[in-house]
Structure formats: structure tokens, C-alpha cells
């Protein structure tokens, strides 16, 4: 499991931040650096809170490995 | 646009007693009065074949070299691929055989890329322009094997148009083709950044990473179309005779920077950089810019092999085949803080951390540059806070590129921090100013 940004929507309001600091932290500019390595199922709670709490919508959860952007 | 072929202003274009180098093919002011793309060949050319007759070669001239376009089908053209691997040439290097295999059900439509957005590459335009017919096709042939709907060529400027819209009218087909102007920036050339230029958006990356294929869209790069082309004609062991075993056949390269003789280069794929070099009449260097402004800067050893494996052993990428060479007589640091404003004036501004971080990282090195501050653990961190936090590539691949010429080019900084290095700013890496 995994939190996927989509960029193009993150504002960096930071409320998935103040949500989840142990996991979430902030950049110079206030973007969110999530850290979602050994993401378990214990913390599917707090996620699910931190994604639904988005006022940009910009949060999913993910359950794969990232997608490979291909250019042509 | 009016298309006006004029030879005679072609011939005149080349100065009366210049001596070419073996192998070299002048190119002549082919359609539009634009500066001409000069392309030649190291070793047998494949795609740039019969440019040594022609400045443009015609559907005629086109079938007498390569012969009838054969027959294909899905199966076929995944043989072809599967005993004879071919990857995309647009940056990537997708394998061409995946991107057939992970279409989702039958495609609706075939995508011929030649955005060429990557400011200093040319062969995308060269192929355009001069030898259309293979890019067609390869368009076309793939377009029948997946049973497409619809094929379109995306081109950048207006003589890739004409030409492609004239080869179009040479054709006998029954198959459409559609060709598109499309006019993006850097990031518009990047697969649904072109999708959405083509459907009338701006052309910007998607935010969603949803490979296109899953839209039954099979996109590629002109240039993966113009080896499919050599492929079908010539099969999987011809087609390996030259280039190396994992990557056969020939590829095309944008040589530039400080040359005497910038062009479109076709070479066996995994040639030395240092032939090339010398064959484009390369100024000592101190330094080359492989894979363009996503790429990276690298010693000029001349035995890096020009092939992915080669320039990946190398430390760098590739990409879509441009080699820059930075003359010894300029100022590197601040040829790089050039380039590192320039990818930050390239971001869409979609995604924060490119928004804030490109600009932020170009401002270090131009600090460094200035020798007025100690800057470099700024610019490493700023490179490493937009590392992969975008929609699309380009925040990566300008990191990569910064970062990679911060760390060749430690003894000028330390030199720009003991007053300058002496040299003065030639402007030796292009820009693209026309975009």
C-alpha cells in the first residue's frame, strides 16, 4: 500500500501532513513528502483519513508499485 | 502553407568548391526556406538512404531504394520484433514489442510522435522532411497490423507538415493518414501531453501515470516507425548486421554544440563517441551533454559506445540521441546554468515541486556560476526535492541533467568560488529559440 500524489492537483494546503506526521512531512514550499515505506494494513485507517481529508482531491490510495511513465 | 520546392535555390545554398567529407549528403533547402537539415551517415545508411541523390526522396525514388512495402499482421510484425529487439527512440526506450503486446484490446489508433520537443534534436524533422515515406511506412504498417481506426503523424514546424502532406499525395493507399501541427514546449512532446494537444488542449502531461495503451492508443516516436519501416523490408537478421547484439540495427543522432559539422548523424548503433566526434569535426572539449537537456553531462571519452547499454555504463542516458560537445573555450558552469533556466521556464507549473524546485536550482548554480555563494548542498538537495514529484518526467530529467553536470564540473566551481574560470560564455549549447 501506498499514498499516490497527483501533482497536478496538490496545492500543498498540508493537512495530510498535520494528519500524519510520523509519515508525512513537508518540503521548503510546503509540498508533502510522503514516506509510505512499510505501509501496512494497520495504518489503512490513517490513511483512508488522510486521503478523504484532501481539499484538493490530490490523494489516492495505491496498491501497486509505480505506474512507469513511458514517452514516446 | 504553400509548398515550393526550389532546387535551384538548394544548390545554391551550398557554397561553390566546399568539399564535403565521404558519406556527407548536403541537405538542400528542401521545402521550406528554413535552415536546412543536414544529415549524413557513419558506416551504410539505412533511413538516410538515397539522400546522397536526392534532397528529398519521393515516393518514386523511395520504392526504387527499398523496394514494395510488404504485407503484415499482428503476428508478423511480433515475430519481426521478438527475434530482432527494436526500442522506441523518442528518450524512453521502450521496447516496441511491449508497447504492441500491452494494448488493450484492438487499438483505436496509431500515434506517429514528431513533437521533437527536446530542443536540440533534429532527426525527427530530418526523417520528416526528408525521407517521409519511411515514417509513413512504418505508420501505416503497424496501423494495419493492430487494425487501427486512425492514424496520425503529430509533427512540430511547418515543413515536416508539407513534406509529410506531399508524401501523403505520392501515396496510392487507401489508408488515412492524418497529420497534426502541434505546438507544445518541452513537456508537450511527453505521450498524453501530445494526446491533448492533438484533441485541441493545451498540451500538458496528464496528471494521472495511465499508460496511453490502456486507451488502445499505440504512440511512438517518428523515428521507431522509420526502423520498423528498415525491419519489415529487411528482416530480423539483416536488420542485425550492423549495432550491437542486444541493440541492433542503426540510430539516429542530433550532434551540436561546438562542431564543425552539427546535423543528423544515422550510425550503427554502439559507436564510439569519440568517431562521431571526429567526424563532425568536434572542437577539443572538455565536456559532452548526451541525451539532451533530460540527459547528462559526461567526460568526452571517446570509447563510450552510443547505444543505451553504452551511455548507461557511462553513467548517463541516451534519451532520443542528441550529443552536444562543450568546447574547452567556453565557460561550462555557466553553459549549465543556462540550460538549468531553461528547464525551469520549460515547467507546465501543473505540479509544485517543479513550479518552486527548477527555478530554485537554477538560481544555485547560477550562484555557484557567480561564484558568490557556496551553493552547491542547495542545489543537490533542490535537485533531490524534485526528483520524481511530478505528473511527468521533466522534473527528473532536469535534476538529472544539473546534477550530473555539478558533478563533473567540480574544479570549475571551485574555480567561479576563487573568482572565475577565465572563460567566456560562448552560448555553445542551443536553445530552441524558436519555440
Known amino acids: 500500500m501506498r499514498i499516490e500524489i497527483d501533482w497536478t492537483r496538490c496545492d500543498g494546503h498540508g493537512l495530510c501532513a498535520a494528519l500524519m506526521p510520523q509519515r508525512i512531512r513537508r518540503d521548503e514550499w510546503g509540498f508533502p513528502l510522503i514516506d509510505s515505506v512499510g505501509l501496512d494494513q494497520r495504518e489503512s485507517a490513517a490513511v483512508r483519513r488522510v486521503v478523504a481529508a484532501c481539499p484538493a482531491l490530490a490523494l489516492r490510495i495505491a496498491h501497486d508499485q509505480p505506474q512507469p511513465v513511458a514517452r514516446a | 502553407m504553400t509548398a515550393v520546392t526550389d532546387r535551384a535555390a538548394a544548390s545554391r545554398a551550398v557554397p561553390a568548391g566546399t568539399v564535403m567529407p565521404a558519406g556527407t549528403v548536403m541537405a538542400a533547402g528542401t521545402v521550406m526556406p528554413v535552415s536546412p537539415i543536414t544529415a549524413w551517415s557513419i558506416g551504410a545508411p539505412r533511413l538516410l538512404a538515397g539522400l546522397d541523390r536526392a534532397e528529398r526522396v519521393d515516393h518514386v525514388t ?43 484490446g484492438p487499438a483505436t489508433r496509431v500515434v506517429v510522435n514528431g513533437a521533437e ?59 488515412r493518414v492524418q497529420i497534426v501541427r502541434v505546438d507544445g514546449g518541452f513537456v508537450g512532446g511527453e505521450e498524453h501531453a501530445l494526446l491533448r494537444g492533438l484533441a485541441g488542449d493545451t498540451s500538458i502531461p496528464a496528471g494521472r501515470r495511465r499508460p496511453v495503451s490502456a486507451d488502445g492508443v499505440l504512440l511512438s516516436n517518428v523515428e521507431t516507425f522509420a526502423q520498423l519501416a528498415v525491419l ?52 577539443p572539449a572538455q565536456a559532452v551533454v548526451i541525451g539532451g537537456y533530460h540527459g547528462s553531462w559526461l567526460p568526452p571519452a571517446g570509447e563510450i559506445a552510443l547505444n543505451r547499454a553504452g551511455v548507461a555504463a557511462a553513467g548517463g542516458t541516451f534519451g532520443a540521441g542528441v550529443v552536444l560537445v ?10 549549465l546554468g543556462r540550460i538549468a533556466h531553461w528547464l525551469a521556464a520549460q515547467s507546465a507549473r501543473q505540479c509544485g515541486p517543479c513550479h518552486f524546485g527548477l527555478p530554485a536550482l ?74
Do not use: W
Open chain 2, 326 to 335: 562543450v568546447g574547452a573555450d567556453t565557460c561550462a558552469l555557466g553553459e
Open chain 2, 117 to 175: 520537443s527536446e530542443p536540440a534534436s533534429r532527426k525527427d524533422r530530418a526523417l520528416l522532411t526528408r525521407v517521409p515515406h519511411l515514417v509513413l511506412d512504418g505508420a501505416i504498417s503497424v496501423g494495419r497490423a493492430v487494425e487501427a481506426r486512425e492514424i496520425t503523424v503529430a509533427v512540430h514546424d511547418a515543413a515536416a507538415y508539407s513534406s509529410l502532406a506531399r508524401a501523403v499525395q505520392e501515396r496510392t493507399e487507401a489508408t
Open chain 2, 362 to 435: 537554477a538560481t544555485d548554480v547560477e550562484a555557484l556560476y557567480r561564484g558568490t555563494a557556496p551553493a552547491l548542498a542547495a542545489a543537490f538537495g533542490h535537485a533531490r526535492a524534485v526528483d520524481g514529484r511530478g505528473a511527468c518526467r521533466h522534473p527528473d530529467g532536469a535534476a538529472r541533467f544539473v546534477t550530473s553536470g555539478l558533478h563533473l564540473l567540480q574544479d570549475e566551481i571551485d574555480a567561479h568560488l576563487r573568482g572565475g574560470c577565465g572563460r567566456p560564455l560562448l552560448r555553445q549549447l542551443p536553445m530552441g529559440g524558436h519555440r
Open chain 2, 232 to 283: 519489415l523490408r529487411r528482416g530480423p537478421h539483416r536488420f542485425a548486421d550492423t549495432g550491437t547484439r542486444d541493440e541492433p540495427g542503426t540510430t539516429l543522432v542530433t550532434v551540436g554544440g561546438a562542431v564543425a559539422r552539427p546535423g543528423v548523424v544515422e550510425i550503427p548503433l554502439g559507436t564510439p563517441l569519440g568517431i562521431l566526434m571526429t567526424a563532425a569535426g568536434a572542437a
Open chain 2, 62 to 104: 523511395h520504392t526504387a531504394i527499398h523496394g514494395a512495402l510488404p504485407a503484415t499482421d499482428n503476428a508478423h510484425l511480433l515475430g519481426l520484433l521478438d527475434a530482432s529487439a527494436l526500442y522506441g527512440r523518442g528518450g524512453a526506450g521502450f521496447a516496441f514489442a511491449r508497447k504492441l503486446r500491452s494494448l488493450a
